[in-house]
Structures are given as structure tokens and as C-alpha cells.
């Protein structure tokens, strides 16, 4: 069974002033993750963990993680602004994107962050970007940053035991649009060397949500072994080797959860037979984590409007897929609580349902579930990451509140409820129009 972190008391007490649906996210189980993770690299001197901002762009949460010795994952302007004005700057932001406008990577290079590059082609995209762009600080313009690394794509195909969510995994890399060929990711650190770049670095991402404590340690032998090759044949010793995510959570209550400790001291064991030896000690390491990171410290919260006895049974609930997508995206399994029936059977079959004009628009099918009355609320597991993110608003459907639950009890808004005023904002000439 998973427990969750909020009560029916609680709830009811925190509608009174703000209504569901809305999202709550767990400071506490937060902060004690964060505090797990970075003790379970701290082996490596250089280790850090660039929280993937994606998963959950709120600068509340990117506060909170900063303060745990965090950075951030960053992907797009808006995500580099976020970063900023949440006061995370210079070396606390990786940028990993694709496609990349160039205004993005000035900007990421004005902030002092790290870029790494997608392509080969980026080297020289990004060297004209910055050779006319004006930085605040005249002695950066024109100049490529001091840091930045490559994104490395193996190709082939890239299996390890079973995934949290098989059609999630990116297992074959050579269907992958993302990273640099090993012959290119060579000529690109030559280049990167030729302009300037003082620390190099290596990046690669090749599946998604795993379940086994086996995946970043399989991956950390990929990319030990491809530095001391790059060191010997290219003469370019790298500084850092990032990770990035790909450590999941288990979302059904009979999966083992990933056990970090295990994760980090398995990558540790790689970097002795590998690194060491080759005198690479001091390469440091890092991650993109981000729905290990939040994924089970945030819960979508909801409340039974409607009952419905067809040719199945219903619950009609206040969210729907523009609250959390991922069920109807990706027919993702979210456990589901109904709050205050914890112990009681779960001797009924349900789909819990929203409010879109779409049948996938479900949170559970056929689901063992207590039985649920109107008015009953229903606490829907793991949605601290790439839940509120992926919001969308078909249907004019609105995006919900983002709570906090602090450590002390109190609960804290985070980001209000859009409004009908916020959905129309961007229509112009909208108030004009006679009706």
C-alpha cells in the first residue's frame, strides 16, 4: 500500500481556502530525498545534482532543492528566467536542450551556466551566437563559456532489465533524435578545446523511469570508459561526466522502489575500476533528477462530484487530464487514495473519470477501489513530477493551485489557480468583439 503524506482532516481543513482540485507537495519527504541523494554521492567531491526544472517549474520547490545544495536542469528560456529569479545562477545551472534558439543560449551564457550541447553542429552555432551578442559583463561577450559539455548518443540498442513503464523508455538510442556520435562528440571536444572552453564534460540520458538500482551504474561504465578513451586518443581529459536522470519510482504499490544508497555506491564501484586507474580521479559527477527528486512528494487532489451505473461504475471527479495528463498520455499508473477509507476493503471496481470531452480522460480503469460517495476526497499518488508541468487547457479547462505542506504543518500557496481572466489574457481585441 502507499501512505499517503496528507489526511482527510487536513484536506478538509484546506479547502476552506483553497478548493480542489489543486496540487500539494511534501517539504519534508522532499528535503529528506534530496538529503539521501546527495549522501549517497558524497564519495565524489565534485558531485552535484541538477534538478531537472521540467518536472516541476516552480521557483518555491527550486528554492527549496537550492537550499539542499541543488541546481538546476534547465531547458528553455523560460526555465533559465525561472532559475534566475530564483536566484540560481552560474554554475547551479546546466542547460540541456535541443533545437536550441540561439537567444537561449546567450542567455544561459549571460547567467554563467553551463551548456551542453546536443549536436556538433552547436559548436559553431553557438560560437557565432555569442561572438555579437552584448553580455552584462563586457569581458564574456563575444566569448565561448568556460564550461560546457556534449551530449553523447551511443546508437544501437540499450536494454536493462525491466523498466517502471516499457512504453516510456528511450531503450533504443539509435532511434533517439538526442546526442552526438562518438566519432563527433571526439571532434567536438577538439574544437571546444580549440575556443577556449576550459572544462569539458560528458552527458548522456538512455531511458527513462527505471526501476532497478542496476541502470546508472550501467550507464556510469558506458561513459568511464569512453573518458579514459577520449583522454587517450584526443588528449582531452574531461571534468565532470553528467549522469543526467532516468532513476524512476515505483508507482504501483508491489514494485520495489530504487534504492539510491545502492545506486550511488554501484556507480562508485564503476568510477574505482575505471576512473581511478586511469588517473581520472577527479572527475566529478552529477544528475538531472527530477521525478526521483519530487514524483512521491506531490499528490493531485480531487473531490467525488458524480456517480454514474451504466455498463460500468464511475466516480465523475473536479480534475481531470489537464490537471495530470499522464494516465491519458500514456495510460500511466497512478495510485489513488480515497482519503479517510485507508483501511477500509477496496471491494469496489471503478473508472475514476474528468470532465474533458475525451474517453481516455481517466485517472484509474477498473480500478479495486473502497467505495466512494460524493463529496469524498481522493488523493492521486506521484504527482510531484511532470503532473502540474504537462497542465494544458483544453476544454478551457483551468490550471489548478500549487500547495505546500511545510515541515511545521502549515500550508502555503505556491501558485494560485488560473482564472477566466488569465485564460482570455492573451486574445486580442477579445473584449472588443460585440456579443
Not at 499522464?326 to 477509507?341: E, F, N, Q, S, W
Amino acid at each position: 500500500m502507499k501512505t499517503p503524506f496528507i489526511t482527510k482532516e487536513k484536506v478538509e481543513e484546506i479547502v476552506k481556502t483553497y478548493p480542489t482540485p489543486f496540487h500539494i507537495y511534501d517539504e519534508k519527504g522532499i528535503r529528506e530525498n534530496a538529503r539521501a541523494l546527495n549522501k549517497a554521492f558524497s564519495w565524489n567531491k565534485g558531485y552535484k545534482e541538477y534538478f531537472a526544472v521540467k518536472a516541476t517549474p516552480n521557483p518555491t520547490i527550486l528554492k527549496i532543492l537550492h537550499e539542499e545544495g541543488c541546481g538546476t536542469d534547465c531547458s528553455s528560456m523560460a526555465e533559465l528566467v525561472m532559475s534566475e529569479r530564483a536566484g540560481i545562477v552560474g554554475n547551479d545551472i546546466m542547460f540541456s536542450s535541443n533545437d536550441t534558439p540561439a537567444e537561449e543560449f546567450v542567455k544561459c551564457a549571460e547567467l554563467g551556466g553551463t551548456i551542453n550541447l546536443d549536436d556538433i553542429t552547436h559548436v559553431d552555432f553557438v560560437y557565432n551566437a555569442l561572438k555579437g551578442a552584448k553580455m552584462a559583463d563586457p569581458a564574456a561577450s563575444g566569448k565561448m563559456p568556460r564550461k560546457m559539455s556534449c551530449r553523447f548518443n551511443p546508437g544501437g540498442v540499450f536494454t536493462l532489465g525491466k523498466s517502471g513503464e516499457g512504453f516510456q523508455v528511450m531503450d533504443t538510442p539509435g532511434d533517439s533524435k538526442y546526442g552526438l556520435t562518438e566519432e563527433q562528440i571526439i571532434e567536438a571536444y577538439k574544437k571546444l578545446s580549440e575556443l577556449g572552453v576550459e572544462e569539458l564534460g560528458m552527458h548522456a540520458f538512455l531511458a527513462s523511469n527505471t526501476v532497478t538500482n542496476e541502470y546508472y551504474p550501467t550507464l556510469a561504465g558506458i561513459l568511464f570508459e569512453l573518458a579514459v578513451k577520449i583522454q587517450k586518443e584526443a588528449g582531452v581529459k574531461l571534468s565532470f561526466i553528467n549522469l543526467s536522470g532516468g532513476v524512476g519510482i515505483a508507482y504501483k504499490p508491489d514494485q520495489t522502489p530504487n534504492d539510491i544508497a545502492a545506486i550511488g555506491e554501484g556507480v562508485h564501484k564503476k568510477f574505482d575500476e575505471i576512473l581511478v586507474p586511469a588517473g581520472m580521479d577527479d572527475v566529478s559527477i552529477y544528475t538531472e533528477l527530477g521525478r526521483f527528486m519530487l514524483a512521491p512528494y506531490g499528490h493531485l487532489i480531487t473531490k467525488a462530484i458524480h456517480e454514474k451505473h451504466i455498463y460500468k461504475e464511475y466516480i465523475g471527479v473536479d480534475a481531470c487530464a489537464a490537471n495530470l495528463m499522464r494516465p491519458a498520455m500514456y495510460g500511466a499508473y497512478h495510485h489513488i487514495t480515497v482519503l479517510g477509507k485507508e483501511d477500509a476493503p477496496c471491494d469496489h471496481v471503478y473508472d475514476i473519470t474528468g470532465s474533458l470531452c475525451e474517453n481516455n480522460d481517466k485517472f484509474a480503469i477498473d480500478r479495486e477501489l473502497p467505495e466512494i460517495e460524493k463529496g469524498d476526497y481522493l488523493a492521486i499518488h506521484d504527482a510531484g513530477a511532470h503532473g502540474f508541468s504537462m497542465g494544458y487547457n483544453y476544454n478551457g479547462r483551468l490550471w489548478s493551485a500549487e500547495l505546500l505542506l511545510r515541515e511545521n504543518g502549515d500550508v502555503t500557496e505556491i501558485r494560485r489557480a488560473q482564472t477566466l481572466d488569465d485564460y482570455f489574457a492573451t486574445l486580442d481585441g477579445f473584449w472588443d468583439v460585440e456579443v
